[in-house]
Every structure is written in C-alpha cells, then in structure tokens.
C-alpha cells in the first residue's frame, strides 16, 4: 500500500483517499450544477424546477447535520436515553407542522427568497430586517456547528488539526455554496444522502453487534443512563424537547427556503411526511450509535463518541466511506445554512438598507461575498468551542422568542400588522431579561420568553380584532383571498373535541364504526372460544400466575359475550357499543397478549401470539386507532406484568433485566408487527379511500355532465321563449292563431327535437359513466372513426351560437380515420370547445387542424400558469369556483383507454394561448 507519513501521520492511506476523492467529488459537482445562476431567484430558489424526490432529500440532508449526529451521539454517550427523548421531539414536531400547519399555508409572492420576506409582507419593513439579522446569525452559528464538528471529524479520523480541518471542509463548502447557490446545495445535498443512507444504518448495525447485540447492551449499561425523571439534566432536556416541539427546528430557515421552493402544499404535505419518519429512524440510529460507543469504551471523551467507533470497529477502506458519509451529514447542513444565511445578508439586511439611501446593489455580485463572510465568521467560532449541543441552544435563544411564533401566523395567515410583532417582541425581550436576573437559568429565561411572545401575539390580536381573523392565500390561485374569523368560543368546541371525553370517544368510534365496519360478532365467537375452552397456551406453568391468569380469560370471555349479543343490548346503551367494541379490542388483543408473555415467562407460544394477535388487529380497525389501542394495551400490559409478579426493582430494571431480557423480544415483536400491520394492513383504509373516491368522481362527473345538459337545454327554452314571443298573433276568446311561415315553423320543431335530443343524450352520459366507473369502455362499441364527422358532430350538436362557431377555424388537411367510442371522443372535443369559452375572453378564437395524426386544439385564452399545468388532468383539480375539475381528467382517461394519449402546451402574458394536442398515433390504425 503506497502512503505518505508526515510527523507519524498517514496521508495517504486507503481511507484518506476515499474522503478526498469524496470531497473532491462533491467540489466538482457543485461547481458544474451552478455554473448557469442568471438571478437571485434562480441562485436562491433555483426558479423552483425542484421536484418532490431532490426537495425531501436536500431537506433531509439540510436537517440531519453534525448537531444531529455527532452532538446527539455525545449527549447519549453522556447521558443517556434522555437525550434520545428529546431529539425526538425533532420529528414529532415536523409531523405535527406537515399535519396542521403545511394544509393552511399561504402562497408565495414572487419576490419572496426567505422567511425574512415573508415576515416583511406580514408586520412590515423594519420586521424583515430584523428578521434578517437573527436569521442572518442563526445561520452562522449553524454554519459554525457543522465546521466545528467538521474539524473534530479530521482531527480524530484523518489526523488533520482541527483548525485544518475548519479551514478544509469549510472551504470547500463556501467555495461550491458561493459560488452556484441553491442548485449547487441542492444537488450535492442529494449527492451526500445518498452516502449517509447507506453508511449510518451498516455502522449502527456493526456497533451494536460489536457491542453485543441491544439486549446484552440493555444489560450491562449503567442503570442511570435509562433514567429520564430522575435525570440530573431533566430541567435542561425537558425545555429543549418543547422548544424543539414548538416548531423552532422544523421551520428553520433552510426548511422554509425548501418550503418556499415547492410548487403546491401537496407536495410539501408529502415531503414533510417522509421527512418526519426517516428523522426518526436516523436518531434511532445515532441514540443506538451513542449507547454502543459508551459499552465499547465508557472512559473516553464524550464529544468523540462517534468518531470513535467509527475508528474502533470499521476496517480499513469501509472507514474511509464512514468518514465520508459523517463528512457528508455535516457538509449538507453547512451548505444550507452558508446559502440562507446569505441571502439574508445581502437580500433581507444590505438590500433594504441600501434602497434608504437610494443606492442600488447588484445582489448576485454582493451574495458571493456574504458567503464568504460567513464562512470565515463560521470557522472563527467553530476553533473556539467544542460543544455542538450548546451552540445549538444558543441558537434557539436567537430563533424562537422573537421569529417563530409570528413565523408560523404569517405562515398560516394569521392577519397581522407592524405593532402586533413590535408588543411581542418587546414582551420576550423583557420577559427574557425578567427571568434570567430572577433566576440566573438562560434555558428557563428563553422558554418563558417565548411563551411570552405566544401569549401577547394572541391577546393583541385577539383584542384588535374581538376574534381570530386568517387570511388564507391558495397556492392554485394567486386571486383568492377568503378570510376567516374564529371566535374563542371556536376554539373552545375544538379544544374540547379533542379532549377524550365519553362524548367525543362515542362520536369518533360511531364514525370509524360507520367508515370501517366491525367483524364484532365473529370475534366475539373466536375469543369466547379461544377464553373459555382451555387450550394448551393457557397451560399454568406457574401457581402463582393461577388468579391473574384466570382473570384475564373471565373478562375476557365476559367482553366477548357481550360482543355476540350487541343486538340484544337495550336501546338506551346502544350508542355506547362502538366504545365497547374498542375497549374489547385492546383488552383481548395487545393488553392480554402482553400480560400473557410476560406472566408466562416469555413464552414461545405467546411471543408468537402477539405478533398474530397485532396483524389481526391492524385488520380489524382503522391504522390510526390501530397505533392508539396498541400503545395503550402493550403499556398496560407490561405494567399488570410488573405489578403482579411483584418485582422489588424499578420498572426499568424489570424491563432491562425480566427473564433474560423479555422484554426486549416483547418491545421488538411489538414494533416489528406495528410495522408491518400499518405497511401492508393499511391497504384496507386505501381500498376504502379508493371506494369513496370512486363515489365522489361518479357523483362529479354526474353533476358535470348534468350542468352540461342542462345548460343547452335553457339556452335551447330560452330560444324558444323568445321567438315564440316575437310571432305574430290573433287573439280570439279562448283560441290564439299564430302567423307563422314555414321556415320559423321547421325552426321551432328542431329546437324541440334538439330538447329531447339532448336530455336522451344526458341520460345517455350518466349511464355510461357508471357503467365506466367499474369497468373498462366497451371495446364492442368501437367503430371507424373520422376527425371531421366527430369534430362537425361536437360543433353542431351541442348548441353553440352562430358567434361562437364563426370564432372556429377549422384546417384539416388530413383527415385521420381512427377505430374508438364516437360518443365518448365527440364529448372529448365538446370538453374542450367549452373550455376555451368559459376560461378564455368573449372574443376567444379557437383553431383546429391536424399534422402526422395529431389533433391540435388551440385557443388564444390567457392560458395556464406554470404552477397549475403539472395538475390540470388530475381528478377534482380546478381554478375555477364554478367546476368540478372532471372535464379534463375524464377526456385523458378515455383517450389513453382508447390507446392514446392528450397533453397540453400553454402560454401566459403577451401572445398568451393553450393548446390541447390529442395524440392519435397509436390508434390511427385505419
């Protein structure tokens, strides 16, 4: 092996080179991916061309940095499960924020780069400056973080100084961040993913292993590193966890540049939903990493935990992908923080200020700069600290008291103005002052701060308004503007309704009851059985588990009874039976199955019960009750477990340390069949969901096609109305003679035809709707077709006025014969002609012409924006208030059932048009 030795160090050793190679790899494709930056959207915002898969992947990588590896690591190694607790808090929070807030954002202006403008439309100028400036320095501690850990990465891994180490890996990420913005993040965040999914999990795995698989690592660590109350530190971690709940972490800077980035709230939805479950599992991993690393060595410095085991159990060349995978954790959340943290200098700081004195500045020139500001500032304060976990509370003392709490109205819209953030502010400000001289605890000072900041936001609010008023922006129409008002009393009747009350539990389980079914009957007959006659899994091994044993198959085979027997319950406690239901549930499955293992001494029979009994549950009910009713069941299982053979030990130890670590099988069978139960059960909830969609598309395309129907049929009466009222006419007693020649008279027998014409025709729709809502277009019905019958069918059928069909121009110089449904495909056309009508001006144009067996269908409307082209065949899609969005999904999945295909290509502004292009290739078989 070639290498190189400097002062006893090797340079130039299989794993160095495997890291430069990935440094400069990432260098490299940084450099490529952002030599094209015109602007300051396309460097901040990369002109948001993102699709879903990079923008979760950057957030990930953005997200999982080196306070969220190594710190975590170190915290864990220190202190135990407690640090764990608390960094989960990180994906709860992102869940909750992907649940509540994501389906209530507002759109973006076009001018918005960062959360600095978007706190600058809501409370005004000087609020996005000073926005700017705390975002400004959250980033550059965040960059200082992941340097720091950077540095400790070369120094205990490569044998690189720290200092070098800062300076390398900082370098590389200003040089690549300066210089092609947020595309170059973006695709070296995806580039260092990919990395660290694969390395994280293989070393979590041979850590574990090489500490002895987790329950010998549950036996033999400290029992003080499982305590979570009686923590020495649970002040500490118990107010990060709510600050990290409160959503300070999930919508950081970074995530809502990602945020801002992403093309509708569907999209963001999705990613912060994968979001929340890879974050967990990835600090499932490092809590595992940090335990494994304190079993293989307890005396070593705790700020080393990881990279420790990194150079303790991997050999030579899989170390060096190790080094590269935690370089990557690190270098994609600098990255991310570099870019925002410039932005905010340049665009939401320098920008503003300048335009006071009337001075302009070329942003993009001026950006480059600012990132190198912020490097050097990074490095600084990474030398001269060593706690990553510290640094990263010293951000939320910045961050959440004065930015996200009014973030998060302005995010939700929220109506606010410029004296409700200045009370605020003011009101953290000198609660924080308040607090810290009283108590001389800067955790409890930023906490209560930030309550503060809550309670004075709300109650101004509140005041001004005499309710709470939302101004809600949709994504799909820049136009819309609804505001809605909610009263406290509002509030309360929600508040309530989440509180598990008998009332709220019987509404809740009569509506799942309602949605899902219940098989009560049957598995009130299977466990009757199952409780009564004594099989051989309810052997009595031990005498002293008789009583409680017996217990549990007496309530259990009482519950089941009660089950067969819910149609002979009286009347007046009917409405209770769903609650009943659910209560039977978990108490014969997860309750008994748990208490049942662990009375039976971690029985083979009953271990592989509880995974049975689990997977039957999840197909009994819905997946959300599914989780509920099995964390309750298993939790107090355990605890009936614990108390009934009363252990003398904690409850911990009673987990750690029961009958060579039952537990642990228990708590791994236990999640193991969650999982699949959730994954594979869940299909039930998707093929009801897939049911009702169905429902909700007939019942739309019915009310479409009927407004359609209807529609011709007045204006078709209203004709006739009004020529009627134009004839000449006698009046003689009872008789009326009407003059009437010949032509008027053929006139009004065709309106009338063309009535009951049309209301066939609409019977006609409905039937074959429901006929297609189950099953594919009858291909008997096929038949040669024509473009020019079907089109002069669609024209003259369908009761345009003379101005609309004089405003279509018609070229087919080909006229393509084709073999599909003529009803169906004349409709289609009809679809379209209508389209261009009511979407585009009174005076729109349509022409029509064909070329290389394509029908082009082209109006000069205002066409259709960017953000809403991606969705215009999607089901129930629509821009307008008045449809149904069926139309257009409808018309493709006819003709892609006919083997073709429809698409669209559209312009907005000067010369604007649309232009439906109806792709017969593939079935112009004539």
Known sequence: MFTAKLNNITYL?????IVYIFLISILL???YVGRKIKNMRDYSLANKNFGTSILLLTMLATTIGGGSSSGLAAKVYQHGIIAYITYLSIPLSIFLVGKFVIPRIINFEEQDLSMADIMGRFYGENAKILTGI???????????????????????????????????????IIIYTSFGGIRSVAITDVLEFIVLIVIIPILASLAVSKAGGISNMLQNIPITKFEVLKSPNFRNYFIMFILFVFPTISLNPMAIQRIIMAKDRKQIKSIYMIFAAVTLAFYTMIFLLGLSSYLLDPNINYNTALPNTIKTILPIGLKGFAIAGMLAVIM???DSALNVGSIFLVHNIMDPLFKKIKVKINELVFIKFASLIIGIAAVYISYNSSDTLKLNFYILSLFSPLVTFPLLCALIGLKGDKRIFY???GSALITFVIVLFITKLDDVA????????IFSFLIYHYIKNGKFVFISKSFTDEKEIEEQNISLRKIKKYIFSLIPTPKNLIKITNNNIKRYGSSHIMFGAFFCINYIVPIFMWNYHETANLVPMTFLRFMGGLLSVGLILERRWPYNLKKYFPIYWYFSVCFCLPFTSTAMYLLMGASTEWIVNIALTIMLMAWLIDWKSFLILLIIGSINGILFGYFITQNNGSLIEFIRFNDTSSCYILIYTLLFSCLIGVIFFRKKDNDIQKKLNVLKLMAGSMAHEIKNVIGVDISNNMFLKMLLAELPKTIK????TINIDLSTFNRINELVDNLGENTQKGIEIIKRIIVNMSKQINEKEFQILNIKECLNEAIEKYGMTKEQKNNIKIKIDQNIKFIGSKFFFTHILFNLIKNAYRFGREDCK???WTQENKLFFKDNGPGISKDNLPYIFDYFFTTSSTGAGIGLPFSKMVIEKMDGDIYCDTKTGKDSYTTFIIDLSKIAKI
């Open 13 to 17: 050793s299989i794993d160095h080179i």
């Open 29 to 31: 494709a940084g450099l």
């Open 134 to 172: 705390i975002g400004f320095l959250f980033c550059i501690i965040g960059v200082g973080i992941q340097v720091m850990t950077l540095g400790f990465l070369f120094e205990i891994l490569l044998g690189i100084s720290k200092l070098k180490g800062c300076i390398i890996g900082g370098g590389i």
């Open 332 to 334: 994609s959340t600098g």
């Open 423 to 425: 009370i605020s502010a």
């Open 446 to 453: 930023i906490l209560s701060a930030t309550f503060a900041n």
């Open 733 to 736: 007693g009872n008789k009326v």
């Open 846 to 848: 349509i022409n029509i």
